[in-house]
């Protein structure tokens, strides 16, 4: 029994080495979401799972790639997750699991959403508010799409 106790342990611990490192080759891989005139939009998140959080180390980076403030991408992250969690310097912080299947879904939603012409799929846009409506103006076409305030 007691050998059998073990192997068990050994099996779980396997096991675990194995999602880590699933987890470690998922993280690692770039995530395209287009042309910028020459340039293409690549994004690489660097993910960490504790026990009981989920860590995007370098989340300030990923923002300032996809030309958006830290904090509406981190509002749109966590709300959309339904979870809590902070920002803290480069990373953000999240309480619980999140699968990096289910973070790279997110942010291909927050481009599609928040980065992304919906007129023309130009991804050199920004975000301007107009008295309590934020929309996003393209700097390819031009055109003004309103945008949810999040
Ligand atoms: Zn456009």
Known sequence: ??????????LAKTKEGYEILL???MANLPQTFG???DRVLV???IIIHES?????????SIASTLGREPDHLARFILK??????????ERL????????EELRRLLELYVKEFVKCPICGGLDTK????????????EVCGAKSSVRKI
Do not use: H, Y
């Open 52 to 60: 009981k959080r989920t860590i995007i180390t370098n989340f300030t």
């Open 35 to 37: 042309k910028i005139g």
């Open 23 to 25: 987890d470690k080759v």
């Open 1 to 10: 029994m007691q050998v059998l106790n073990k192997n068990w342990v050994e």
């Open 93 to 100: 912080l999240i309480q619980g699991r999140v699968t990096n």
């Open 127 to 138: 975000i301007i508010a107009e008295k309590r409506f934020r929309f996003l103006l393209c």
């Open 43 to 45: 994004v690489n998140p």
């Open 80 to 89: 959309e997750s339904g979870k809590a969690g902070t920002l803290q310097g």
